[in-house]
């Protein structure tokens, strides 16, 4: 057998990992940054998700409270101008009332509740 120099291009080098190492070390690579990518996704669609849910819950409360100030303005508006007695307006104040506030406490209440949930 023929003893070839170091300084040979024949010689086998084994310094470095190979190319199937390479390719391997690089997959594992992409791999995880698509999964951080995902990950980060997945984060900005909940984010998304909450401040959608959290708008929409802001517009129904305040319809809420537009809905008892008219009825308030409505119903004072009549007795000012003896279109109904007092009696009545009390009457129907006292059932319009309960339904908007509980409501709007319900819809408060959502709210805390979404986002107390969404700190982990």
């Known amino acids: 057998?023929?003893?070839?120099?170091?300084?040979?291009p024949l010689v086998d080098l084994r310094?470095?990992?190979?190319?199937?190492?390479?390719?391997q070390a690089k997959d594992r690579e992409h791999k995880a940054w698509?999964?951080?990518?995902?990950?980060?996704?997945?984060?900005?669609?909940?984010?998304a998700?909450?401040?959608?849910?959290?708008?929409?819950?802001?517009l129904v409360l305040g319809a809420v409270f537009a809905v008892l100030l008219i009825v308030f303005g409505l119903t004072l508006?009549?007795?000012?101008?003896?279109?109904?007695?007092p009696d009545f307006a009390i009457e129907?104040?006292?059932?319009?009332?309960?339904?908007?506030?509980?409501?709007?406490a319900?819809?408060?209440g959502a709210m805390f509740v979404s986002a107390g949930g969404k700190g982990s």
């Open 1 to 8: 057998m023929v003893e070839l120099p170091e300084s040979s």
């Open 15 to 23: 310094d470095g990992p190979s190319f199937e190492q390479e390719e």
């Open 34 to 47: 698509m999964q951080q990518r995902e990950h980060e996704h997945q984060k900005a669609m909940a984010v």
């Open 49 to 58: 998700e909450h401040k959608h849910r959290a708008g929409m819950q802001k």
């Open 77 to 85: 508006g009549a007795v000012w101008n003896h279109a109904v007695t």
């Open 92 to 104: 129907i104040s006292k059932f319009v009332l309960p339904s908007l506030v509980g409501s709007a």
């Open 106 to 108: 319900t819809i408060v």
